[in-house]
């Protein structure tokens, strides 16, 4: 087994690591399967609180090694464009597969995030930046576009215009520039324990709460205002009277720290 992506769960949240660090995790083949294998464990755990994406060493992911691809005489056509999900190939699905685990999602970015890398980083739901890390939409440099999920993540995150901006000169931006851009959600000088931090307080919400924020979020944005208020709706009403939200209310009462329980799989519609 590969051993490209590392996955530790403790206390509900998990943190996946992504472990190339002698190549600034530069995705192969087998970093590529492995972060897919990685996502689609946590999607159907119902013990999750929190998720955590991280690169080991001195980055996050400095984005497709291409020469690795050639050197073992892979063509990348065949191995990253079959279709995985939905319409979407395996290169889309590393990164959006961080947007079907139904808990949220923080990236934690030191180093460098480029090319496929910032793509897998914009699939988390929040990300939190070192100051002096630095970003890249870099595709046009090699003369591509980019095509890991950009399309349904940058453009909702920092705007078309910036989207495009960016993609089309491949400047480098700083976490903290990033941070205005809204490329990322915010700095700090040590992302790794920020993300710790808050992935502790999300942990301690209701599970059914937070989850079916997620749900509602990641599909209203996509659909019409009618449609959109009606799964507010749908959602609220599974949550009303349901065993977390009566804890949640008792322990708000009592002041004390709830004691939920994961939620039934049937939980978010």
């Known amino acids: 087994m590969s051993d490209r992506v590392i996955t530790h769960v403790e206390n509900g949240i998990a943190e996946v690591c992504l472990n190339r660090p002698d190549r600034h995790n530069a995705l192969d083949m087998d970093m590529f399967e492995s972060v897919l294998a990685a996502g689609k464990a946590l999607v159907e755990r119902r013990d999750l609180r929190a998720v955590i994406l991280r690169g080991e060493g001195k980055s996050f992911c400095s984005g497709i090694d291409y020469p690795s691809f050639i050197a073992a005489g892979i063509d990348i056509q ?3 464009f079959g279709i995985e999900d939905n319409g979407a190939n395996r290169a889309q699905m590393a990164a959006l597969i961080w947007r079907k685990i139904p808990v949220p999602v923080i990236g934690a970015i030191q180093g460098v995030a480029f090319g496929g890398g910032l793509q897998i980083a914009a699939g988390a739901d929040i990300r939190i930046a070192a100051p002096d890390a630095r970003l890249s939409i870099m595709e046009v440099k090699w003369g591509l ?5 950009a399309t349904l993540t940058l453009a909702n995150q920092i705007g078309i215009d910036r989207a495009k901006e960016l993609t089309f000169t491949g400047r480098i931006v700083n976490g903290s520039e990033a941070a205005g851009l809204g490329l990322v959600t915010r700095t700090d000088a040590d992302p790794l324990a920020a993300a710790h931090t808050l992935a ?7 599970p059914d709460a937070v989850r079916g924020a ?7 944005w996509q659909i019409d205002r009618t449609r959109a208020m009606s799964l507010e709706a749908d959602l609220q009403r599974t949550m009303l009277s349901s065993r ?12 004390r720290t709830p004691e939920f329980t994961d939620p039934p799989e049937t939980s978010v519609p």
């Open 78 to 80: 065949q191995a990253l």
């Open 145 to 149: 576009i980019p095509d890991m999920g």
């Open 200 to 206: 502790g307080e999300i942990a301690g919400q209701s």
């Open 214 to 220: 997620k749900t509602l979020f990641e599909q209203a």
């Open 244 to 255: 977390n939200q009566q804890e949640a209310v008792r322990a708000a009462m009592e002041k």
